[in-house]
């Protein structure tokens, strides 16, 4: 920009000029190197964003190792199935071995749905601010996996509980436990760790194996 393109008759004035590169990229035309442009103060520093140099890292070692192939598939199928036992199990269990009132299913449904959704947002916040030698996601993963297994075992023992209506106040609890375990391990924690694992060039074959294992 001059000070005529801005309507004025002064003489041009220098402008600042950012140049943004690969490293050892080259200037367009240039043998060997490129000088880049002058900013005002004269320096000839090229200025890289930290987090574009991180993408650019990241870009560069672009492929996924085999171990995290197979810790993906089996987290994923592992979590598919516990999901699926909760939808289409604990309900029946609850109509056959405490009561054949629809209510307390209504409520267990309820209250997971919020506690799945309550759960997910907080601890997926929690765990992009965790910072830990064994890096943001794999605690709330491992943590979670074995306490989620845990809760989805124990979920039976409720049957031996006489009383109905106390039955029916912990099958909700325990159901609430699980799913805050199920969400916090899954949906807080594996998916995002799906999501950090890939590239721009593998991501669609990073997501298809979180996706493949829902059917």
Same mark, same amino acid.
């Given at each position: ?6 309507? +004025?008759?002064?003489?041009?004035? $220098?402008?600042?000029? +950012?140049?943004? @590169? ?11 190197? +490129? ?11 090229? +200025?890289?964003?930290? @987090? ?49 009132? $629809?209510? $307390? ?32 996601? @794999? $605690? ?21 509980? @006489? ?53």
């Amino acid at each position: 920009a001059t000070a005529q393109n801005r309507g +004025h008759t002064d003489a041009a004035l $220098p402008v600042s000029v +950012h140049v943004r @590169r690969w490293p050892g990229e080259l200037e367009p035309g240039a043998g060997t190197a +490129h000088t880049p442009t002058p900013n005002y103060w004269g320096s000839t520093e090229t +200025h890289f964003n930290p @987090r574009e140099v991180e993408a650019m890292k990241k870009d560069l070692s672009s492929s996924i190792s085999p171990r995290s192939w197979i810790v993906m598939a089996a987290l994923a199928l592992t979590g598919q199935i516990a999901w699926a036992v909760e939808n289409a199990w604990f309900n029946t269990f609850v109509y056959d071995s405490l009561t054949p009132d $629809p209510r $307390p299913v209504a409520w267990m449904v309820a209250a997971s749905a919020i506690t799945a959704t309550l759960t997910t947002l907080l601890m997926g916040t929690l765990s992009d601010r965790t910072g830990s030698r064994w890096g943001r996601r @794999r $605690p709330y993963i491992l943590i979670g996996y074995v306490l989620w297994g845990l809760a989805t075992i124990l979920f039976p023992t409720v049957a031996y509980i @006489r009383v109905t209506s106390i039955a029916v106040i912990m099958v909700v609890v325990a159901d609430s436990v699980m799913t805050f375990f199920g969400s916090t391990a899954n949906d807080a924690a594996f998916n995002p760790w799906t999501a950090d694992i890939p590239t721009s060039k593998n991501r669609g074959r990073g997501e298809g194996v979180p996706n493949l294992s829902m059917f």
